[in-house]
């Protein structure tokens, strides 16, 4: 008879979920243009007039990242996938933190230190724990290295805007008054960057999702 497979629906909820945060996070920039997206943080869309978005758009990562951690949970009969599930839990609770404290609380900092290396680690391992399972699909192995590669770029791209602030004199460390607009001759990619990691993580929870329903939809026959 054809065996019926229980990972499909989590599957789904992960790509619906991600596609709701990513939508959210769409509509922030429609409307908060007075984030300028190459260097104001998506965190920061929490000081704007539409914070619940932000908070859609963290929520809708975090269910995404737990609906594919139910989705994959047989890959925990391996140390490589229940080392990759334990990161994506990291990653959804990081994602939860987020949506709970937004930029202005203290745990913001952490939430970030737990989700984004989570997820980034958790894509390879999982990638890699899929690939070796035999009859497993997995997502193109380009895919599971993008947030990662993404996660450096921001770094960098964070310490190059803040030695450009502190060469044109703007005294980094006063948080009480936030720039509204860069100062001249000082060029801000940070934004982009950080952009470029949510879409890439997006990217790899859709087509690690996409995998197993493509898996699942091939019926196999058991006795």
Known sequence: MTRVHRSAPAAVIAILA????AVSLVLLHLLSP???PSWRMVSEYANGRHPWLLTIVFLGWAVGSFALLAALRPLSASKLGRAGL???FLAGVG????AMFDINHALHGPAAMIGIPGLCVAAVLLTMALARRTGATAP?????????????????????FVSSLKSAGVDVSNQTSPLTELPQGVSGYVGWANRL???ASFLWVVLASRAILKRDAAPSITS
Not at 18 to 21: G, I
């Open 197 to 199: 990691l949510f879409g």
């Open 34 to 36: 007075e984030f300028a």
């Open 18 to 21: 991600t596609a709701v945060s």
């Open 95 to 98: 994602q939860v933190m987020g």
């Open 86 to 88: 334990i990161f994506l």
């Open 140 to 160: 193109p192995t380009w895919s599971a290295h993008l947030p990662w590669i993404s996660f450096v770029l921001m770094l960098g791209a964070f310490a190059l």
